[in-house]
């Protein structure tokens, strides 16, 4: 077996994953390499959400009852936990939603239906770039659509980095909103944040930044970012399904509109009018994601316990190696960086003139998924002049061997197409 240097006990972390332990098609292994669409989950969470389930399932905040007590402290405990994650510098930022979609959208209706300074109109830019996943361009053409706001972009390198030759162009004094990916979903490029944020705040424009690709993978410090707003989903990052948070900064939060309106998110009502509730709960309409947020804290603390500086470490090594290995498999083409530096782990390939669809179909024939089609990135596959990419992605329980898979499928698929 390849032996690297910074990898983690994979031996010992997969055990905490029960599917890691599946066969599929006439008995291979499962080789999971779609981490970046959806990452597995530990027993740790899953335990978590059936002992949720088990012994404290009730709504929040509005009982006096022991499990309405409960459920609110293990709710509101979990918040607790996502902003020493993110090292929040208060509880009362982080947001609960249902994914980082969801997120984003917040952001911009926020903007939209805000009072100045922060409304975004007819006179106003929008800023984002080229290789945004589309939930971080729909609801952004949508918000333009609506105000008539200017929307623009950095375009995009021919090795898969933004273009900031021209940023002064593009963020300008009519900018109200810069939004932007940490780490692409489909290039795994890892963006400058610091020179984007600087020339942002050189111009009075708010930032927002989708930490979806970044928050599973690398310590997320929400203040050395610098940024107004993140987002990221939990269920990239060990956590369950229909969870995600927005982070944003108190003053604003304080005088932003809300979203939705609904239950808990009310001070008062009456049939005239309504006032409503400090953030965080002011953007948390309804019955929230309660067990979902207590699946998330146990994610939290199960990635804490490893450490994110040593996640990080095993993955990167993990990318120097895959980058290295696809690179000798012949007519493969890597979409984005072709090195390991400053890049996430996601690689996403072409393979001479044979459909991504059909690669991913002889593959997963071996038992090794990965993940094809644009994914949520159409604008990037046009970039390139592609139909689609394969992609890759790895995380804390990914190993060499599973690389290894990967290049001798990648040779069988040639085989296979002749």
């Not at 994979?10 to 080789?31: C, M, N, Q, S, Y």
């Not at 399932?57 to 709710?75: D, F, I, K, S």
């Not at 510098?89 to 009072?115: C, Q, Y």
């Not at 993978?217 to 948070?245: E, R, S, Y």
């Amino acid at each position: 077996m390849t032996q690297l240097s910074g990898l983690l006990d994979t031996e010992a972390i997969r055990k905490d994953f029960p599917v890691l332990d599946r066969v599929v098609h006439d008995g291979r292994k499962l080789v999971y390499l779609d981490n970046a669409a959806t990452s597995q989950k530990p027993r740790q969470v899953l335990d978590a959400l059936n002992e949720y389930y088990e012994r404290y399932n009730a709504n929040v905040h509005r009982g006096v009852h022991v499990l309405a007590e409960e459920a609110t402290a293990l709710y509101e405990g979990a918040r607790d936990k996502v902003a020493e994650f993110i090292n929040a510098p208060s509880r009362d930022e982080v947001i609960f939603t249902k994914n980082a979609s969801e997120s984003l959208n917040l952001v911009a209706n926020m903007l939209g239906w805000a009072d100045e300074p922060y409304r975004v109109d007819h006179e106003t830019e929008i800023v984002i770039t080229e290789m945004e996943h589309h939930s971080n361009i729909v609801p952004w053409q949508l918000l333009a659509q609506r105000t008539g706001a200017k929307l623009k972009w950095f375009g995009l390198t021919d090795d898969g980095r933004l273009d900031l030759s021209n940023i002064d162009e593009i963020i300008t004094e009519k900018t109200k909103i810069v939004s932007f990916v940490l780490v692409s979903n489909i290039l795994g490029t890892v963006n400058p944040v610091e020179a984007i944020v600087r020339r942002a705040q050189e111009v009075g424009a708010l930032v927002c930044v989708d930490a979806s690709q970044a928050a599973p993978h690398m310590p997320l410090d929400v203040q050395a970012l610098q940024a107004d707003f993140v987002a990221f989903t939990g269920h990239k990052m060990c956590g369950p399904t229909g969870i995600g948070v927005l982070w944003g900064r108190q003053e604003l939060l304080e005088d932003l509109p809300p979203f939705l309106g609904g239950g808990e998110m009310i001070e008062t009502v009456s049939m005239h009018s309504s006032t409503y509730a400090p953030a965080p709960h002011k953007f948390e309409a309804g019955t929230p994601p309660i067990a979902q947020a207590v699946g998330l804290g146990a994610a939290i603390d199960y990635l804490q316990a490893i450490g994110m500086e040593k996640i990080l470490a095993h993955e990167h090594a993990l990318t120097q190696y895959a980058v290295e290995r696809l690179s000798q498999v012949p007519d493969l083409r890597i979409i984005g960086p072709t090195t390991a530096e400053d890049r996430g782990a996601a690689i996403s390939f072409t393979l001479g003139d044979i459909h991504p669809h059909d690669v991913g179909q002889v593959l997963d024939e071996q038992g090794i998924a990965v993940r094809v089609g644009h994914h949520c990135a159409r604008p990037v596959c046009l970039r390139y002049g592609i139909p689609a990419t394969t992609r890759a992605s790895f995380y804390l329980y990914s190993t060499p061997a599973e690389i290894d898979a990967l290049v001798d499928g990648l040779e069988h698929v040639r085989n296979f197409f002749g």
